[in-house]
């Protein structure tokens, strides 16, 4: 069903290009390449567990927690545009 001018599939193109933009963005922040053994903000050695279980991983857990909620507050965008979803 479709609002106002657009075509009917309009309304799903928006939706998967919204999940492919978010698909992208989360393959974009996978680690990658060799794990480092120290931390890249702090310094502080990066646990062996860690290193293998991520493989490519650049921060301990504490700074890679802080760097994930700089992150969250960055992306948070409103991609519809209509009134409903700005009051929100």
Do not use: F
């Amino acid at each position: 069903m479709a609002v106002g001018w657009s075509r009917d599939e309009a309304v799903q193109e928006q939706i998967d290009a919204t999940v492919d933009s978010a698909l992208e963005l989360a393959k974009s922040r996978l680690p990658h390449g060799e794990s480092l053994t120290h931390c890249a903000e702090c310094e502080d050695p990066v646990p062996e567990a860690r290193r293998k279980a991520l493989p490519g991983v650049r921060y301990c857990v504490r700074c890679q927690s802080e760097h994930e909620k700089k992150l969250k507050a960055e992306a948070l965008y409103n991609r519809r545009g209509s009134k409903d979803s700005q009051l929100k």
